[in-house]
């Protein structure tokens, strides 16, 4: 049993309520857009990173992190990368191995928008988990904390951060 502490498009931007939201997790996953190197840094320190990066991201992060991700968690098949889209409107870049080969887990970020869906033609679980960070137009900041145990996800918490 892992629990995961999942965020996106943090932008540079460090919160030390990252400390308080991640204190219970084992692993933090960053879906992209990270910003800067110190972010990953400090959110490393916290608990093991898993990470890709994102259109924004330097060639510092593009060294360190790839545009994809596919691993084994407890059981679970999961796919991260940044742009990823949404059941039913997936990105063009990523569709075909959706398609070919479904994750149970499909993660992405970009948009911003806060996003757990159930792909019922793929039989996937899609989560966004919205924007970490201040850059952008959303109005309240975003995280998602969730258990992995024998290839099921549960106890999923959506954290909200207000500007």
Known sequence: MKRIGLLSDTHAYWDEKYRTYFADCDEIWHAGDIGSLEVATRL?????LRAVCGNCDGGDLRRL??????????????????IGG?????????RNQLYAR??????????????VQFDKSLQLLHINPGAAGLQGWHKVR???R????NGAFKDLEVVEIPR
């Open 65 to 82: 992190y790839p545009t994809r991700l596919r691993w084994n968690c407890e059981g679970a098949d999961i796919l991260m990368t940044h």
């Open 142 to 144: 975003t995280l998602v």
């Open 146 to 149: 969730f258990t992995v145990e």
């Open 44 to 48: 490393a320190a916290l608990h093991p």
């Open 102 to 115: 479904p994750p149970q887990l499909f993660i992405s970020g970009h948009s911003h928008i806060l996003k």
């Open 86 to 94: 949404y059941p039913g409107r997936y990105a063009p870049d990523i």
